[in-house]
């Protein structure tokens, strides 16, 4: 009780360590995470004074209303077709919104923009009027560019249609420059290339993404794109709002790299110590890695003292049950020694009463018969406890000679033995290398076994297989043991057993001294054992 005891609180003490370190994890992370929102502000503003921006973007001044904003938001374009309902676009069904096609998507996407079907009418009216212009051949006057819609129903800048055609002033560099800002965003590139203009907020603005853009109209703090870095202009902020400093990417990337931390654009499910507009800061491989290695050595100590406690406590086990094993055979070799004298002399007593039995009325002959028989039963038991103490201490010693014949030493042993056993011996006879002693101890003892807690008739069958002679003992009874371990246990018997268990425990030590085998079998019942002359024929 008291081991199980101790076995319990040393679990509690493992496991109250394990709640400790869990705790302390938690708590770095969190102070860890509030540490990084800190450091991380700290870098940005820090990052600011030590890099000047390559330009400023202030969609404010660059398209002016909030009307205008429609050129360069990728979602406002005018769609082809306002005719899907308003239910199907706001529909919180996934199965049906995996359904819409391209289109229906893009329609509901201007119409959550706030089109309506008088923009469209506004639309196809003012490309009838730009194709009045071009049948007539005059160029449409300045305020038919720079007022609204500045997008036809296919998507096309009016701008960009216009200088597709060729029309002056709306087709030179001057022209294109002063008419930048009602060109779309993705239609910005192809004409900065075409007249090698420079402008730096417009080039900027034409290698963004749609999903950078929007994420800019929407006011992000900062905003991660595939060649700047985009921080939102603080000292703007009250005159306007959506004005940015954009600065190389390579810059902060050379900032961030000797740094624990590094940057890169959110994902769903991404694990970020920080998100900022698009940004998700995380630590770097090289921070986490030391920090997995750090934990993993905790995790590792953890793992080997609970271990070491498995492997005390195991072995402590090992160690009281070798006392106890140790105290049981002093206790039966005390008693075993203490016996055999006064066994001695009972025998005497016997055999000189048995000699003179003639004297005694049948009554009392029947009493010293049966005395006779007690006696010897007890002597047999210290015989017994003598040969399990021999065997169990592993003191056994092995005289080992030439049987000449295996089949003639068998057949001389049954009739010994005096017992109606069966036998059936090898076709070829042959010699075997053995102690006698000990091999008549183990065939006694399977015999009288098998005739105790069995049924006849009884056999012994001898068998070579790859050089083994195997001598198999069968009856035709039945074993209330399912297993040859649970039989040889010590001390363990059938409930009809008259014995102290000890029989085929000290057999089995015998066998396995010697360098053989024993085997059980059920239907019929057999114990086997094997003599291999290889194994013991070694002095």
């Not at 969190?30 to 890099?51: C, I, M, P, W, Y």
């Not at 290698?207 to 994420?215: C, G, H, Q, R, V």
């Not at 905003?223 to 985009?230: C, R």
Request: proline share 4%; charged share 20%; with cysteine.
């Amino acid at each position: 009780m008291r081991i199980h005891l101790l076995f319990l609180s040393l679990l509690l003490a493992i496991l109250a360590g394990f709640a400790a370190l869990t705790g302390r994890f938690g708590a770095v992370n969190l102070l860890g995470a509030s540490q990084s929102q800190e450091d991380l502000t700290a870098f940005v503003k820090s990052f600011q004074n030590r890099h000047v921006p390559i330009t400023e973007v202030n969609f404010a001044e660059i398209y002016g209303s909030g009307g205008q904003f429609r050129i360069l938001h990728p979602l406002l374009g005018v769609p082809r077709n306002l005719t899907l309902s308003k239910e199907t676009c706001q529909a919180p069904d996934r199965a049906e919104a995996a359904n819409m096609t391209s289109e229906q998507e893009r329609c509901c996407r201007a119409e959550a923009a706030g089109f309506t079907s008088f923009d469209l009418d506004q639309t196809r009216l003012k490309k009838k009027a730009l194709l009045d212009f071009l049948a007539e051949g005059r160029i449409p006057p300045e305020s038919f560019l720079t007022s609204p819609p500045w997008i036809d129903e296919s998507g096309t800048s009016f701008a960009y249609l216009l200088e597709q055609r060729n029309i002056a002033p709306f087709n030179d560099v001057s022209g294109v420059v002063h008419n930048l800002s009602y060109f779309k965003v993705s239609e910005l590139k192809e004409i900065l290339n075409k007249y090698h203009i420079g402008i730096r907020p417009f080039s900027v603005i034409a290698n963004l993404s749609e999903a950078e853009i929007e994420d800019l109209i929407k006011g992000d703090p900062v905003v991660l794109t595939a060649d700047y870095l985009m921080i939102k202009n603080q000292s703007q902020y009250g005159f306007s709002p959506l004005s940015y400093w954009a600065y190389r990417l390579e810059d902060a990337q050379n900032d961030l790299k000797n740094g624990p931390y590094e940057m890169s654009k959110a994902s769903s499910g991404a694990l970020c110590l920080q998100k900022t507009g698009n940004l998700c800061w995380s630590y770097n491989s090289r921070h986490a890695l030391t920090y997995v290695y750090r934990y993993s050595l905790i995790a590792l100590t953890a793992t080997g003292l609970l271990f070491l406690a498995f492997l005390s406590f195991y072995l402590f086990f090992l160690y009281r049950k070798h006392q106890e094993q140790k105290q049981n055979r002093l206790a039966l070799q005390v008693l075993s020694h203490e016996f055999r004298t006064p066994v001695a002399s009972m025998l005497l007593i016997i055999e000189n009463l048995s000699a003179n039995l003639q004297k005694y009325s049948n009554a009392d002959q029947d009493q010293i018969t049966r005395l006779a028989t007690e006696t010897y039963r007890l002597q047999r038991i210290i015989e017994v406890s003598k040969n399990y103490l021999q065997t169990s201490s592993g003191r056994l010693h092995f005289n080992w000679i030439e049987i000449a014949s295996i089949n003639t030493w068998i057949a001389d042993f049954i009739s010994e033995l005096d017992l109606r056993v069966e036998c059936r011996g090898l076709s070829t006879d042959r010699s075997l290398r053995a102690d006698p002693f000990w091999l008549k101890f183990v065939l006694s003892n399977l015999v009288q076994n098998a005739f105790s807690h069995g049924k006849s008739p009884v056999r012994i069958h001898l068998k070579e297989h790859c050089k083994q002679i195997q001598i198999s003992i069968e009856d035709e009874g039945t074993c209330n043991f399912s297993s040859l371990q649970e039989m040889t246990a010590a001390f363990v018997k059938s409930p009809m057993s008259g014995g102290m268990g000890l029989g085929l425990n000290i057999t089995n030590n015998i066998i396995e001294a010697w360098g053989g085998k024993m085997h059980f079998s059920k239907n019929p019942t057999a114990f086997t054992f094997t003599c291999a002359e290889q194994e013991i024929g070694r002095p």
